[in-house]
């Protein structure tokens, strides 16, 4: 309790009540989540359950248009999926793809990065120049690729079973360079300083004193850059998604949703791309302008 009270009496929570435009952010961010996580429970409708859909509700429009029906709020789809449950469903598969690839990326990159930085040298340079060579290659076409040689070693009737892991996977191995960069410049600042240069005087291990006592002090650019990373995780599985080497359209996400229906925009059917499309623009946006205010509010140098 006392943790929480210096919280709220903190600067960081100063700065964000003074932020209207992130305190908005933060909650339609947090709606978004909560909307994703909770979809078992508030959902109209369950996509996945086949009782509950029909062709014969196919495509039909949001429930304010005339032909539209009020089961169905934003419409359905040419499954005869509820829109709106599709979403709750494919925002989950999306924000699961996004930490599950991030949490890879920080751990990739923390790793090399704290290794690089304090052991130097040779290891240094070999994990630096691996960093720089990535970094030539833009992250989507390394998703792609990643994707495509992954799918080509697995049999047909498995790659639909093991779409969620390859895409985590693919998107997560595209991360690591800037934790890596990151975490190395902190590390060469830190391993200089006194308290490490007391731990090896008293015999303390390399190992210790690199995950004991440089680690933590070396983590908070991580928080910042994972919560900026998470949004742009979310725009690389709906991308991947929308070009058709993300998930399948039986595990619906975003970029799915977004890739079958832009096939019926110009016949009619435009709320089975925009709507995921406007899910997509708010959680992205959202989640920007929060780790936005979080890398001002955590900059010293700024208060």
Not at 284 to 295: A, E, F, K
Request: glycine letters at 8%; a neutral charge; aromatic letters at 8%.
């Amino acid at each position: 309790m006392e943790a929480i009270s210096r919280f709220f009496d903190g600067d960081v929570w100063w700065s964000f009540k003074r932020s209207p435009v992130t305190v908005i952010a933060a909650i339609l961010a947090t709606i978004c989540i909560l909307g994703a996580v909770l979809a078992p429970v508030i959902a109209p409708h369950n996509p996945y359950d086949l009782a509950e859909i029909s062709l014969l509700d196919s495509n039909l429009p949001p429930a304010w248009i005339a032909s539209g029906n009020a089961k169905f709020l934003l419409g359905t789809d040419q499954q005869g999926r509820d829109i709106l449950s599709t979403i709750m469903y494919g925002s989950r598969v999306s924000l699961l793809v996004a930490v599950s690839a991030v949490a890879m990326s920080i751990v990739m990159g923390v790793s090399a990065g704290l290794l690089a930085g304090y052991v130097g040298g040779r290891v240094d340079s070999i994990i630096m120049r691996i960093a720089d060579i990535q970094l030539t290659f833009p992250a989507i076409l390394v998703a792609l690729l990643i994707s495509g040689i992954g799918r080509q070693f697995v049999p047909r009737e498995m790659q639909d079973a093991i779409a969620l892991y390859v895409i985590i996977f693919s998107i997560g191995l595209t991360g690591w360079v800037q934790y890596a960069r990151t975490v190395r410049g902190s590390t060469l600042v830190e391993k200089s300083k006194e308290y490490v240069q007391a731990a090896r005087v008293i015999g303390v291990s390399q190992t210790r004193i690199m995950f004991s006592h440089v680690l933590p002090n070396v983590l908070g650019p991580v928080l910042v850059i994972a919560t900026l990373n998470i949004a742009n995780a979310i725009i690389a599985e709906a991308t991947l998604s929308f070009l058709g080497v993300g998930m399948p359209p039986t595990q619906p996400s975003l970029g799915t949703l977004i890739s079958e229906g832009q096939n019926y925009l110009f016949s009619g059917e435009w709320w089975i791309t925009v709507f995921p499309g406007v899910v997509l623009i708010v959680m992205v946006i959202s989640v920007n302008l929060v780790g936005d205010w979080l890398r001002d509010a955590l900059n010293p140098k700024l208060r």
